[in-house]
């Protein structure tokens, strides 16, 4: 007998029940989100996305990426520096064509010098990465992570910019969950609903205690 087994049968003696041998799988049966069309599944997140506090907008260029970008912080940022910008070093095209329009200087994560890599974030103002998925009914955005797409890039600096391409989203958590289970699982897999939000204490809601302040999503349009 296994220690597991033996754990459960000691279980089982102490309810005064005998100790299962098998376990009868639940089936579970529920009305699964879903949406006709990839337009609707564009607008549905596109608004639910800026339900959860976040602002987005489709580009199909890197130009207009960048004009999006220039509504949001402005022509040049007062906290624009070569020190304020993060990015993934494995990062869509249409992003770093965005920051090569804008002319703003960025640092990759993995190539920030170990020793110094949290004294550096810790002045990070603005981190960019791209995702992996999008779900419609949330708004909510999917991150893996890896070497080269650090999971402090979206979670440290105050602003976190995300691209990903519309062909990227889904209709609900259900179906990202199907398509990860046919992958390799990283070590981390983000899901992120808008600006990071807690109200644990004396149900007092504060926004960016454990994450950015404000997040902003580039659709690229196919």
């Not at 004009?67 to 249409?94: C, D, K, Y």
């Not at 390799?184 to 926004?207: F, K, N, Q, V």
């Amino acid at each position: 007998m296994s220690e597991r087994q033996a754990f459960i049968a000691n279980i089982a003696k102490k309810l005064g029940r005998p100790t299962p041998t098998s376990v009868e799988p639940i089936k579970l049966k529920f009305p699964l989100y879903r949406l006709d069309s990839q337009e609707e599944r564009i607008d549905k997140f596109m608004k639910m996305y800026e339900a959860m506090g976040g602002k987005a907008v489709q580009a199909s260029t890197a130009k207009e990426a960048a004009q999006a970008l220039r509504e949001w912080f402005g022509e040049s940022p007062q906290w624009l520096n070569p020190n304020s910008i993060v990015v993934w070093n494995e990062l869509p095209t249409m992003a770093r064509a965005c920051l090569e329009e804008l002319g703003w200087p960025a640092r990759s994560y993995a190539d920030l010098p170990a020793p110094e890599r949290n004294a550096i974030m810790d002045k990070m103002e603005l981190g960019i990465t791209g995702a992996d998925f999008g779900i419609a009914q949330s708004g909510s955005l999917v991150l893996k992570s890896s070497a080269k797409r650090g999971r402090a890039v979206s979670l440290v600096p105050i602003r976190h910019l995300a691209f990903i391409p519309a062909a990227f989203l889904r209709d609900s958590l259900d179906q990202v969950l199907d398509e990860l289970m046919g992958t390799d699982i990283p070590a981390a897999i983000e899901i992120i609903s808008g600006p990071s939000r807690t109200s644990d204490i004396e149900m007092d809601l504060s926004i960016g205690v454990h994450g950015p302040v404000e997040v902003f999503c580039i659709l690229m349009m196919d």
